[in-house]
């Protein structure tokens, strides 16, 4: 681990860390690692992370916000999926458990839904979540006004430039991603997985279900194949990713190549500051479907990170590229360096 400290502008506040939880044992994992929120989803179709394994029945979250509470910490309840036409009462009654539970806040992106909580819950906070794609002024304060949302999720899309200035042209709490997985479609509302499955990451909460993937061993390589299709091949002692098709490795014009989109993680530690002065609330790590290891390793870094920059300094970790996908690290669209 390389550690550099140095002294930096006085900052007014701490950010708030939110971590995900796939399972009540990564929720304590990472409330114990120091996260200040843990988010999480119900065991069903609400949530876009809708996996075998994963997820909270109405009882683990009744249990995971009773550990979480004694500690002061808090729990953010994703329901971020959309519903088919005629058929919102799963996701009403989502609504209406996180409530009655006493979740600290739901995280939300259909307009219906919003609207239900606001009408329906009014006292339970309702945080924008980044599916809605909100990242202009004129969209969040649309949402603020007519909905009472509290916080915005912001799309990895903005620089931090772009993020300095969308703060100070509105009045509510900014929520940016700084760890995890990234993906090139409009934040999550894909639509290519549901061409080769048939289950929609938007309404079915599923992206590559692992029952669509197969891997298997063809003339000494390792072939992943989703729903049929060829989405990569291994060759002997090569890392092997998990099969979606906006990063699949694909023969175009006679070369094999990622069109799309690289496996490569989002990694903003070193840029913390910056995200504090402009204006951000709280940052959040994605990977509610990575295990406790994970959980506890990239927490306890951020929290880390976190406390330094608030006293000042900044710290500079460099011992997380063995969690990051494809063991490669990008600042993403904050910086983008490409311009």
């Known amino acids: 681990m390389a550690v550099t400290v140095c002294k930096l502008k006085t900052m007014s506040k701490k950010l708030e860390l939110v971590c995900p939880a796939g399972t009540p044992a990564s929720l304590r994992a990472a409330v ?3 996260a200040d929120v843990v988010y999480l989803g119900f065991r069903d179709v609400t949530n876009a992370r809708n996996f075998p394994g994963l997820n909270f029945s109405r009882d683990e979250l009744r249990a995971g916000l009773d550990y979480a509470h004694a500690l002061d910490r808090q729990i953010y309840v994703t329901i971020n999926t959309f519903p088919k036409a005629g058929n919102s009462g799963p996701w009403r009654k989502a609504i209406d458990d996180a409530s009655v ?4 806040a739901i995280i939300l992106a259909d307009i219906g839904l919003i ?5 329906m819950h009014p006292k339970l906070r309702r945080h924008l979540s980044v599916q809605a794609s909100a990242s202009n002024t004129e969209a969040i304060r649309f949402y603020q006004e007519a909905f009472g949302i509290q916080r ?3 799309p990895r899309v903005l620089t931090v430039a772009e993020i300095t200035e969308l703060n100070r042209k509105i009045a509510i709490e900014t929520e940016v991603f700084v760890f995890g997985g990234l993906c090139v479609m409009a934040e999550g509302r894909c639509a290519l997985s549901s061409y080769v499955t048939g289950k929609s990451p938007n309404i079915s909460g599923v992206c590559s279900p692992a029952s669509h993937v197969r891997y298997e061993e063809e003339e000494g390589r390792l072939v992943s194949r989703l729903g049929g299709y060829i989405i990569n091949t291994f060759s002997e002692g090569e890392k092997a ?10 023969v175009a014009n006679g070369q094999a190549h990622y069109l799309f989109e690289e496996p490569t993680s989002l990694n903003a530690i070193h840029i913390l500051p910056e995200l504090m002065a402009a204006g951000v609330t709280a940052l959040k790590i994605e990977g509610r479907q990575r295990g406790r290891a994970y959980i506890s390793q ?8 976190v406390d330094a920059a608030a006293d000042e300094l900044t710290v500079s970790r460099e011992d997380l590229i063995a969690v990051t996908e494809g063991q490669r690290k990008t600042s993403g669209a ?6």
């Open 241 to 250: 990713g998990y099969p979606t098709l906006c990063k699949g490795r694909f």
């Open 298 to 305: 990239v927490v306890a870094a951020f929290r880390y990170a």
């Open 152 to 154: 915005v999720i912001l």
């Open 32 to 34: 114990d690692a120091g």
């Open 334 to 339: 904050y910086e983008k360096t490409w311009r």
């Open 101 to 104: 539970l006493g979740a600290d």
């Open 115 to 119: 609207d239900y909580a606001a009408s």
